[in-house]
């Protein structure tokens, strides 16, 4: 009888952050992402415990995709006793760079503060992990390429498809001892710009699919004429669109869709200031692999020689570029970090804004349970930020058409597109009901033995 195959779920399971899933073969270890979690206290305090095993029996790392819910805790893994390769894709290698580093500058930040304020219950407070501790972990990277097998442990190989979700992102294909297991990743969207759709898979003994949008389908209606709308009523406001936005994958969807808008006549040109450092680094990574363009982009790179680039765009790299923008007058476009407003300098941004009712805030992305973002979208009338209790009286709008992941009809799609029919199927990447919901969807419409994957559950393949 041949040995079992064990999968450990350490993360995304009921909830949509901290993505990490342990593969164990014949004493072998491969760690598929290994990001923070996000959103609640609870959740966020999971950062702090100890690894389920000494990190420095994991073997090696494999990555879908750079976004700090699936590569955030890699420096505290390294920290804890990890030595091991982490393999990726080339674009993944240069944006997680850009997370790690940005990353750990705010973890040390937070620890500044709050020993200076005395606000932590620990003396001193301490940063998660350090610059220094990313920095080592940067070094472990290695490219993988997509579209063929490489074996990264002897007996396990990983065959990476194009997901579609952020540059570089990929679902991934495990083949152990004869048997497939399949991670979804992050699934993107089809037919969005910059990006080519996501690539099918070839299932078999297991498929761990993310869920994030599991429940709920995207606006019906065009991604360009919903924000072609939203600028021309900005526009007419005559006040800032503040954009809280992640800084891969969004801030550059919305470059390119705003470009494209005003060289079609459909919107009026207005001054657009991407405020984010990691933005602005990640933008210049999405420049340099050109190869990774969909056909679309492709024509408009062609055309252009810049399609991530407006008729009027200033990028933000210092604090004192980000203060002018606390005088503004009349209509703007701000692009700003984070996307789920649980740091960076769109927290200034509202602080300066929200009390205005000529200001509007457009979320374009997914937005955990107990996040500012949240709040908002929620309809909490008060924000506390920076000390101050600050009134919501700026527009609170959602563009869910421009979220990088796919919703229900479209993970449904690519799963038809895919071929075979796993043997098992968890899902993850959920809040707990998008997860209830995506399971029994996935049992009625393809007959997958189908479930929720629970945090530390162990399935044997």
Known sequence: MSEKIKVHFLGASRTVTGSKYLIEYSGRKVLVDCGLFQGKKELRERNWAPFPMPPSSIDCVVLTHAHLDHTGYLPRLVNQGFNGPIYCTAPTKDLTKYILMDSARLQEEEAYYANKVRSSKHNPAKPLYTSKDAEYTLKKLQVIPRGQDTEVLRGISVHPLCAGHILGAVSLSFTINNKRLVFSGDVGRYNIPILPDPRPVEHGDLFVCESTYGDRLHATGSIEDDLAGLIKHVALKRGPLLVPSFAIGRAQHLLYTIGKLEREGKIPTLPVFVDSPMAIDATETYRK?????????????????????????????????????????????????????????????????????????????????????????????????????????????????????????????????????????????????????????????????????????????
């Open 289 to 461: 692999f050109k190869y990774d363009y969909d056909g679309e982009a492709e024509a408009a790179l062609e055309l252009t020689g810049d399609p991530l680039r407006t008729t009027n765009t200033s990028f933000l790299r210092t604090t004192d570029e980000s203060k002018t923008l606390n005088t503004l007058k009349g209509a703007s476009i701000i692009i700003a970090g984070s996307g789920m407003v649980t740091g960076g300098r769109i927290l200034h941004h509202l602080k300066n804004w929200l009390s205005h009712e000529e200001a509007t805030v457009a979320f374009v992305g997914f937005q955990a349970e107990e996040t500012r973002g949240r709040r908002l979208l929620d309809g909490e009338p008060n924000l506390r930020l920076y000390g101050a209790n600050i009134p919501v009286k700026a527009e609170i709008v959602s563009l869910s058409g421009l979220s990088a992941h796919g919703d229900r009809s479209e993970l449904t799609r690519w799963i038809k597109s895919s071929s075979g029919t796993p043997s098992l199927t968890k899902i993850v990447h959920g809040e707990a009901a998008t997860t209830e919901i995506f399971a029994e969807h996935l049992r009625e419409t393809f007959q997958y033995k189908a479930s929720p994957a629970e945090p530390s559950e162990v399935v044997e393949v």
